[in-house]
Nanobody, 124 residues
Framework: QVQLAESGGGLVQAGGSLRLSCAASGPTSGVHTKAWFRQAPGKEREFVAAIRWSGGSTDYADPVKGRFTISRDNARNMVFLQMNSLKPEDTAVYYC?????????????????WGQGTQVTVSS
């Protein structure tokens, strides 16, 4: 069973930055994509960013393009989300996710494993 653990959330003022980390443990061979999703109160879980584990290609949701950067450290089996120019609308619980299969990488149903989430709160 793959286990994911996020860290790095917190409270920050608008315009500030945070860096989220996600550490993976367990049988992590065969991973295809790692991603970050977020869920705000009363809203559905939404795609934020994804990275191909082999090759490192990335994709971002439109609201975070140019502000967020996803990266990976294959040796340490970790994925990161650098968040700059944060806005109050970025406030949400952020989840790290991993999948070994294919399908729509922007859809949360494509992911096999999830972390417990880390709260990000951006004050205005």
């Amino acid at each position: 069973q793959v286990q994911l653990a996020e860290s790095g959330g917190g409270l920050v003022q608008a315009g500030g930055s945070l860096r989220l980390s996600c550490a993976a443990s367990g049988p992590t061979s065969g991973v295809h994509t790692k991603a970050w999703f977020r869920q705000a109160p009363g809203k559905e879980r939404e795609f934020v960013a994804a990275i191909r584990w082999s090759g490192g290609s990335t994709d971002y949701a439109d609201p975070v393009k140019g502000r967020f950067t996803i990266s990976r450290d294959n040796a340490r089996n970790m994925v990161f989300l650098q968040m700059n120019s944060l806005k109050p609308e970025d406030t949400a619980v952020y989840y790290c996710a991993t999948r070994k299969g294919l399908g729509d990488y922007r859809s949360y149903v494509s992911y096999d494993y999830w972390g417990q989430g880390t709260q990000v709160t951006v004050s205005s």
